[in-house]
């Protein structure tokens, strides 16, 4: 695999424009900031906006706001995934070629149907269109409305055998990608989908550092998959642990009280929650400058 370590780092904060940043988001971007300028490297700004339904403009802006208040910038404009669609499609064709991808015809509803199976704790698709023949195949695709394209994952598995990735400081973890089932590479609402568009990018875009949350700790098998497949490097993970409120609760966007700019909204000082957060101090309460 090559090797991109030697090199000073390349690191991104790649938000998807769908709400307001929370202090997870934070973290991420803070850790990723830090290590680029500890190394002499660079960060950079991505922008995850393939969910054209659920995007909004005012999330760009609101993020580099965000961003600036606890004194991150980037080296580069930001990047738009929405403006690399047809990179994402050359990697489907890729996978298409190779016979790992197949057209997924489900609805939502019945893949709720199948999920309500038993599969574990995850569900995982069943399988419905993995081996429909090629004049069913053919037949819905010129009457039915644009599928799904999924990832045969035992017949890329068998391809690539054994993986592994590793962790900032070179240890090694084993990427085993089969608990996914047939990941999604491309939605019928979206023509390629975050395991897909995140491992083109990182490589396009010369990543060598990879900070995320532990909630992103499984796809990293995903997308060490998807580079062997597509021949890309390997970027260096670290998943850090997830925020929680004082109750220890995991924080999501959907918690708009815990949104930056809420707490900016309230007066606190933003360079000070960044020290804070770095500093793993949580929860916060040192750095309220108004009453
Ligand atoms: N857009 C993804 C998210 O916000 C990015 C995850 C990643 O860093 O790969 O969860």
């Known amino acids: 695999m090559p090797r991109l370590s030697a090199m000073p780092p390349v690191t991104r904060f790649a938000?998807?424009?769908t709400g307001l940043l929370h202090l997870g988001h934070g973290l991420s971007a803070l850790l990723a900031h830090r290590w680029a300028r500890e190394n002499g490297g660079t960060f950079l700004l991505r922008f995850d906006d393939i969910d054209a339904g659920r995007v909004r403009e005012t999330f760009y802006a609101a993020a580099i706001t965000d961003l600036a208040w606890l004194g991150?910038?980037?080296?580069?404009?930001?990047?738009?995934?929405?403006?690399?669609?047809p990179l994402?499609?050359?990697?489907?064709e890729k996978l298409r070629a190779m016979g790992l991808a197949y057209p997924?015809?489900?609805?939502?509803?019945?893949?709720?149907?199948?999920?309500?199976?038993?599969?574990?704790?995850?569900?995982?698709y069943p399988g419905t269109c993995r081996n429909l023949p090629p004049d069913v195949?053919?037949?819905?695709?010129?009457?039915?409305?644009?599928?799904?394209?999924?990832?045969?994952?035992?017949?890329?598995?068998?391809?690539?055998?054994p993986l592994n990735w590793q962790d900032a400081a070179g240890r090694t973890y084993g990427a085993n990608a089969a608990a996914h089932g047939d990941i999604v590479l491309a939605r019928r609402d979206a023509p390629t989908s975050y395991h897909l568009s995140s491992t083109i990018d990182d490589a396009d875009?010369?990543?060598?550092?990879?900070?995320?949350?532990?909630?992103?700790?499984?796809?990293?098998?995903?997308?060490?998959?998807?580079?062997?497949?597509?021949?890309?490097?390997?970027?260096?993970?670290?998943?850090?642990?997830?925020?929680?409120?004082?109750?220890?609760?995991?924080?999501?966007?959907?918690?708009?009280?815990?949104?930056l700019a809420t707490l900016r909204d309230a007066g606190v000082d933003g360079?000070?929650?960044?020290?804070?957060?770095?500093?793993?101090?949580?929860?916060?309460g040192y750095c309220w400058v108004k009453a």
Do not use: E, N
Request: charged share 20%; net charge positive.
């Open 15 to 17: 938000p998807s424009p």
């Open 72 to 85: 991150i910038a980037a080296d580069t404009p930001p990047i738009r995934q929405s403006a690399r669609l």
């Open 88 to 92: 994402y499609a050359a990697a489907l």
């Open 104 to 124: 997924c015809f489900c609805s939502r509803k019945d893949l709720a149907q199948s999920a309500a199976a038993p599969h574990g704790p995850t569900p995982i």
């Open 137 to 161: 195949i053919a037949a819905r695709m010129a009457t039915a409305a644009v599928p799904a394209w999924r990832l045969d994952m035992a017949a890329a598995r068998t391809r690539t055998g």
């Open 205 to 259: 875009m010369g990543i060598s550092h990879v900070v995320r949350g532990d909630d992103l700790f499984d796809a990293t098998s995903v997308h060490r998959l998807l580079q062997a497949l597509l021949d890309l490097p390997s970027p260096r993970y670290t998943h850090h642990a997830l925020v929680g409120d004082a109750t220890g609760r995991r924080l999501a966007k959907r918690d708009g009280a815990a949104s």
């Open 271 to 284: 360079l000070c929650l960044a020290a804070d957060l770095l500093a793993g101090k949580l929860p916060l």
